[in-house]
């Protein structure tokens, strides 16, 4: 059963339907507490782009995908412009050499097994 408002001092406005807008997943707070504490093992510098000296910094997680949060976890995060941070995302070969690099000074500092057992 409908009522028909129209004649009421002050009619409700028909409601449209509207479209259903997909939002971002909203991150946890887990993930926003090592994303602030983020932290490098590759620079000492996380104000200037790793690659140029630019300081208008993005950070960029050497490993991606599913192995995102163990790089924030274990530092291997760089500083990069746009410019870099868009090549390191687009080129896979560039980005092949900064994840070589990355393997090598974290197997360094830490060892080849802890590599394999985080990185698998």
Not at 3 to 22: T, V
Not at 36 to 65: A, D, M, P, Q
Not at 95 to 109: C, D, P, T, V
């Amino acid at each position: 059963m409908s009522i028909d408002y129209s004649n009421f001092a002050f009619p409700k406005q028909k409601q449209l339907k509207e479209k259903k807008q997909y939002r971002l997943k909203h991150k946890s707070s887990k993930l926003a507490k090592l994303e602030r504490n983020r932290f490098s093992i590759l620079t000492n510098n996380l104000e200037k782009c790793y690659f140029c000296e630019n300081t208008n910094i993005e950070l960029h997680e050497v490993f991606r995908g599913r192995n995102r949060k163990k790089s924030m976890i274990w530092g291997l995060v760089i500083p990069a412009c746009r410019k870099h941070h868009k090549l390191l995302t687009n080129n896979k070969e560039f980005s092949l050499q900064l994840e070589n690099k990355a393997k090598r000074i974290f197997i360094k500092k830490y060892n080849e097994e802890k590599f394999i057992e985080e990185f698998k």
